[in-house]
């Protein structure tokens, strides 16, 4: 069955520090996002992204945050300085075109780590 | 702004002894109610998807429901391979290409043998 692979699993990184995350989407899907879950807390929604451009973001998602499909199997996500708040799981989901209540489908997540 | 609030937060049960699980949601206009199951260290697995008042659906030993307000999960004669955190998301009614989704806090359920 087709899944949404992400890496590394983990990342270790200095506070400051830029970090990309990196998501190969199911294949022939349009629509991708990204969300996080810091530890205990709820899966929270970060940004939305379509047809090359971002859809819908959060606040969370401030200009620290950029997304960039660099190619056409890649979806990554860039944080370019980071803070110790940042240290959550990273999901990546992606959905498929037609009925627009497809599921989203996640990956297994980074867990970004900040010293 | 849309909420979703799960209850319990935790739930011991013993296998074969049947449950369920709530979801309260409060949301603009729903346009689907979804959950998901997510084991430790992995993503959120989708179970199903619910539309609109009245409908079920079913997998197994789940059975997923909906009113205007809520939705229940119920485990039927769970097994200890059913113990997992269950998820469940709003999607509102269209408002941009993204529909995001808005999480509750997930029931962690844990199946004794």
């Known amino acids: 069955e087709p899944e949404v692979t992400q890496t590394p699993s983990h990342q270790v990184t200095q506070m400051g520090q830029e970090v990309i995350l990196r998501c190969v989407p199911i294949?022939?899907?349009?629509?991708f996002y990204w969300y996080r879950q810091i530890l205990g807390q709820k899966v929270e929604f970060l940004v939305s992204?379509?047809?090359?451009?971002?859809?819908?973001k959060s606040e969370i998602f401030d200009d620290q945050f950029s997304v960039e499909r660099p190619d056409g199997s890649n979806f990554t996500l860039k944080i370019r300085s980071t803070k110790l708040e940042d240290s959550a799981m990273y999901f990546c989901?992606?959905?498929?075109?037609?009925?627009?209540?497809?599921?989203?489908?996640f990956g297994d997540g980074t867990r970004l780590s900040i010293l | 702004e849309d909420q979703v609030t799960q209850s319990p937060e935790a739930l011991r049960l013993q296998e074969g002894e049947s449950s369920s699980l709530n979801c309260s949601y409060t949301?603009?206009?729903?346009?689907?109610l979804f959950w998901y199951r997510q084991d430790p260290g992995k993503g959120p697995e989708f179970l199903f998807t619910?539309?609109?008042a009245g409908e079920e659906k079913e997998k197994e030993r789940l059975k997923a429901t909906l009113t205007k307000k809520e939705s229940f999960l119920h485990i039927t004669a769970p097994k200890p391979e059913d113990s997992a955190t269950y998820l469940c998301?709003?999607?509102?009614?269209?408002?941009?290409?993204?529909?995001?989704?808005?999480f509750g806090g997930g029931t962690r359920v844990l199946v004794k043998p």
């Open positions: 294949s022939n899907h349009l629509y």
């Open positions: 998301a709003v999607r509102p009614t269209f408002k941009a290409a993204g529909n995001k989704l808005t």
């Open positions: 949301v603009s206009g729903l346009r689907g």
């Open positions: 619910l539309y609109s």
């Open positions: 992204f379509y047809n090359n451009e971002i859809s819908e």
């Open positions: 989901a992606s959905r498929g075109t037609g009925d627009s209540n497809q599921p989203q489908h």
